[in-house]
């Protein structure tokens, strides 16, 4: 006896209202949305009291279509044959989730601004000394050629070492030291190295915690 699979009762109206936005497949749609498809799947099935109401505002978005109307397409035959006064609570219910949402979508917008203030604000003041003294050492250097370099760089070099300091950021070995060759870390920019040969650093590299920012660019000993 041949093996047939029932269809999903809500499939088609789905794949239509994707059609309409340009959406060719459920994983581009669960993509799109951000959603799992697991949750588009109970959409097909009309089991929305198993779906949170953020996936319906997401799929509601990425549909381009009111929440209140996605709601109405994709319920069970027994809720939409219910009277029209619950009918008409749930849709007020679904009103004040999506005032709450867009409410807490903007604490968080605000929230995130604010972050952004605060590290742009502690940035400056590691960076106060550079951004005071750089641009009248920079000219003095222009009027005075013979002005020794050696004079401007503790403008640079301390605010950036304690800027770096703050984000937890650290050099992988100074410019000039000799180390043994390791490809994880460094980046050879000429001749040939085994791992554990001796290397010399020509551009430092960065590391953050564990994370590698920047590998140190050596050249072989």
């Known amino acids: 006896?041949?093996?047939?699979?029932?269809?999903?009762?809500?499939?088609?109206?789905?794949?239509?209202?994707?059609?309409?936005?340009?959406?060719?497949?459920?994983?581009?749609?669960?993509?799109?949305?951000?959603?799992?498809?697991?949750?588009?799947?109970?959409?097909?099935?009309?089991?929305?009291?198993?779906?949170?109401?953020e996936v319906l505002l997401k799929l509601s978005s990425v549909l381009q279509m009111p929440l209140s109307e996605l709601v109405t397409t994709f319920s069970t035959i027994e809720l939409l044959q219910e009277k029209t006064a619950p009918t008409q609570e749930l849709l007020q219910e679904i009103a004040d989730l999506r005032t709450e949402y867009d409410r807490s979508q903007q604490q968080i917008e605000q929230q995130q601004e604010i972050l952004l203030q605060e590290l742009q604000q502690s940035s400056l003041q590691l960076l106060e000394s550079l951004l005071l003294q750089w641009p009248t050492a920079a000219q003095k250097a222009q009027e005075n050629p013979q002005l020794a370099a050696v004079k401007i760089v503790p403008l640079v070099q301390k605010p950036l070492e304690k800027l770096l300091q703050a984000w937890g950021v650290e050099a992988i070995a100074p410019v000039g030291a000799e180390l043994p060759y390791d490809p994880q870390l460094h980046q050879l920019m000429e001749g040939t190295a085994q791992p554990g040969e001796k290397v010399k650093v020509r551009y430092t590299g960065y590391l953050q915690g564990e994370k590698l920012l920047y590998r140190a660019k050596v050249s072989a000993v």
């Not at 060719?24 to 588009?40: I, M, P, T």
């Open 1 to 53: 006896m041949p093996n047939t699979q029932c269809p999903i009762p809500n499939t088609q109206k789905l794949q239509d209202l994707m059609q309409q936005v340009g959406i060719s497949s459920f994983k581009a749609l669960s993509r799109a949305a951000d959603v799992s498809e697991r949750q588009l799947l109970r959409l097909r099935q009309g089991k929305l009291e198993q779906m949170r109401v």
